[in-house]
T-cell receptor, first 115, second 115 residues
Framework: AQTVTQSQPEMSVQEAETVTLSCTYD???????LFWYKQPPSRQMILVIR??????QNATENRFSVNFQKAAKSFSLKISDSQLGDTAMYFC????????????FGQGTRLTINP | DTGVSQDPRHKITKRGQNVTFRCDPI?????LYWYRQTLGQGPEFLTY????????KSRLLSDRFSAERPKGSFSTLEIQRTEQGDSAMYLC?????????????FGEGSRLTVL
């Protein structure tokens, strides 16, 4: 079974600041992807960034980047130059390639960007 | 709009009544997932279909819950004899077959309130 821990229930930063959300996970599988999803208030879950576990290079997507430490099973998300529209719940989720390929979500971090 | 659509968006019902939710996935996606999300928590996996076959069910899916995907297109999730503990957001997601991106595309959810 997989477990996901997001140790920061809530975070709050000022607009334009950089913020890092932490995530640790536990899996015995070797072939998996890792995702960060964003869920804005009353809106649908959307993908922020994706990392294949076999890749050593950290994924980046515009202002979003990850720090993937496979041995430590750590997968943090860094948001640079934060914007008001980044306010949302953020969920870390590993996805095992075999079988159902279902996402297992952490409890989330509520991020608020203040003007 | 070619995203995942869910209906109804909101449902208020009295304890003991039956409710049914519908999900229309993205047309070329053969995998379909149902998740349940309670307030302030991450989504929890309920069940998964590949085409019309239901291949995995969580232990969270009690015998009052049934899901179908009769022609491998839309899916329904029925809850019989609803209880107050069933109050949650029910999320549907779809994805392409294995070996592509692994990304799940989510609908906006169906919020159930059981009085």
């Amino acid at each position: 079974a997989q477990t996901v821990t997001q140790s920061q229930p809530e975070m709050s930063v000022q607009e334009a600041e950089t913020v890092t959300l932490s995530c640790t996970y536990d899996t015995s599988e070797s072939n998996y992807y890792l995702f960060w999803y964003k869920q804005p208030p009353s809106r649908q879950m959307i993908l922020v960034i994706r990392q294949e576990a076999y890749k050593q290079q950290n994924a980046t997507e515009n202002r979003f980047s990850v720090n993937f430490q496979k041995a430590a099973k750590s997968f943090s998300l860094k948001i640079s130059d934060s914007q008001l529209g980044d306010t949302a719940m953020y969920f870390c989720a590993p996805l095992i390639i075999q079988g159902a390929q279902k996402l297992v979500f952490g409890q989330g971090t509520r991020l608020t960007i203040n003007p | 709009d070619t995203g995942v659509s869910q209906d109804p968006r909101h449902k208020i019902t009295k304890r003991g009544q039956n409710v049914t939710f519908r999900c229309d996935p993205i047309s070329e996606h053969n995998r379909l997932y149902w998740y349940r999300q309670t307030l302030g928590q991450g989504p929890e996996f309920l069940t998964y279909f590949q085409n019309e076959a239901q291949l995995e069910k969580s232990r969270l899916l009690s015998d009052r819950f049934s899901a179908e995907r009769p022609k491998g297109s839309f899916s329904t999730l029925e809850i019989q004899r609803t209880e107050q503990g069933d109050s949650a957001m029910y999320l549907c997601a779809s994805s392409l077959p294995r070996g592509v991106t692994g990304e799940l595309f989510f609908g906006e959810g169906s919020r159930l309130t059981v009085l």
